[in-house]
């Protein structure tokens, strides 16, 4: 039995029960996926997120290039001249007065520094290394974040396929039973049966139609979310499959696990990172060494003529830190602790890696198995079905029984259809823990988003401060 029985039934019960009107196209799971990845915001989001990482590279290249900055001032100055005069009298006594006079003058100056760093202590190639490492650890976060969406997007697409294929089993039911009761009414008003086996053919239907409202429901609930991360209105969906490109043993899965999945790449990286900024911190400890040239241009007047001053410095700046208040060492033992703790989380995704990728593979075995036996269990309560009903007919058997044995081809029939969805979803939860749940590994028609473009546009750039897309 197929997972979306009777594709064509089911889509006109939509329209029946009110549900959003559908494209006469059946929409793959390749199409919902595809549309996630191009519209998903969570994805949207870690892309502006590495491209902000990405600007840490040329900032730490900064480091390497020369500053330059002009000062200038300008203003009015004043001299001040004092003149003292003695004169002496006739008689020997003297008598001193004192003359001030003032200058007012426009002084004007500029300086021109330029200063290029040599030797940071180390600083400057580990602050490097770390931007790479953070790079590329945020490259392995949007690969993560990709195959969470894609993942998210499958289960939404393959539940809503069960719950569509459930909700037509369950109107077929209705369907079956209220042909059952018509059956049981004719039969009493002929006295073949009692009054008490056309109550529970009418208990039986209200209880299906009960089950049928509790579909529609779960229907709508499972529409709801697929929007929500597809981005769009689910149309009327094709069968889903289970995807190619499976690991072929538990242990094949595991391996494919440590080496692959994004969680333990981003946990490495950040390890790499850590180790980087204990290098940066410590070069703190070490003298700097800056070439630094100044050109300082000044003009004064000096009485009709002015002065004008021309100066060109070359210097080489040397600073050796002596004590820094502990405050340094305290910061590298910091980040050595740090750096211990991304060592431990490397062990933590591996673990958690391994155990996802054991449990997808179990429980990818474990549905295959039970749609072998769902699919027995079904023939078998056919044919039993088939008996139970003729025996009715001569009276050996109640409508009770006919009943029962119609509740049980159902229940095996919803039971295969979810055994199904579980066998699609583990494949796609197998994919997403080896590693391979993205974009480029399923071959989704979509433009790939290149997570390197937008650094190598950025690396060497000297100025500027316009982005992609800014007006």
Do not use: C
């Amino acid at each position: 039995m197929n997972f979306l029985m009777r594709t064509t039934a089911t889509a006109a019960l939509a329209l029946a029960v009110g549900m959003v009107s559908v494209p006469l196209r059946a929409q793959s799971l390749e199409d919902a996926l595809a549309s996630a990845y191009k519209s998903n915001p969570e994805i949207l989001a870690q892309r502006a997120a590495l491209r902000a990482v990405d600007e840490q590279v040329p900032r730490a290249l900064s480091q390497w290039r020369p500053t330059v900055q002009i000062t200038g001032n300008a203003g009015p100055a004043r001299d001040y001249n004092y003149t003292t005069t003695t004169r002496f009298g006739s008689n020997g006594d003297s008598d001193r007065a004192t003359t001030e006079t003032q200058r007012t003058r426009q002084q004007q100056a500029a300086t021109l520094q330029v200063t290029q760093p040599l030797y940071r202590g180390g600083r400057s190639e580990a602050e490097l290394n770390r931007a790479e490492s953070n790079v590329k650890a945020s490259r392995a976060q949007l690969s993560a974040t990709e195959q969470r969406v894609l993942l998210d997007a499958a289960t939404a697409y393959i539940n809503l396929a069960r719950e569509l294929a459930v909700l037509d089993l369950n109107v077929n039911n209705v369907q079956v039973l209220q042909r059952q009761l018509d059956a049981a009414r004719d039969r009493f008003q002929v006295g073949e049966i009692t009054r008490t086996d056309v109550s529970q053919a009418e208990a039986r239907l209200a209880q299906a139609q009960a089950t049928r409202t509790g579909s529609e429901g779960n229907v709508n609930s499972a529409r709801a979310t697929y929007t929500r991360v597809v981005g769009e209105e689910a149309g009327r969906l094709a069968v889903p499959k289970v995807p190619g490109n499976l690991p072929g043993s538990a242990g094949e899965a595991r391996d494919l696990a440590l080496s692959a999945n994004p969680t333990v790449t981003q946990a490495r990286y950040a390890f790499e990172s850590a180790g980087h900024d204990v290098s940066l911190i410590e070069g703190e400890k070490l003298p700097t060494v800056n070439l630094q040239a100044d050109a300082i241009h000044s003009n004064e007047p000096a009485g009709n003529r002015g002065v004008r001053r021309e100066t060109v410095d070359l210097l080489v700046a040397v600073t050796v830190p002596i004590y820094q208040q502990g405050l340094t060492d305290a910061r590298v033992r910091e980040a050595k602790q740090t750096k211990g703790q991304r060592r431990t989380q490397i062990d933590v995704s591996q673990r958690q890696v391994v155990d996802d990728a054991n449990r997808a593979w179990q429980q990818l075995t474990t549905a295959r198995a039970q749609i072998e036996s769902f699919q027995a269990q079904i023939r078998a309560n056919e044919i039993a079905l088939e008996g139970v009903s003729q025996e009715a007919r001569v009276g050996s058997r109640t409508v009770l029984d006919v009943l029962n044995a119609e509740q049980e081809l159902l229940n095996s029939r919803v039971s295969l259809v979810q055994a199904q969805r579980d066998q699609v979803l583990a494949a796609f939860q197998l994919l997403s823990a080896t590693g391979r749940l993205t974009a480029r590994d399923m071959g989704l028609k979509v433009e790939l988003y290149d997570p390197a473009a937008y650094l190598e546009s950025t690396r060497d750039r000297w100025s500027g401060t316009k982005i992609p897309g800014e007006e």
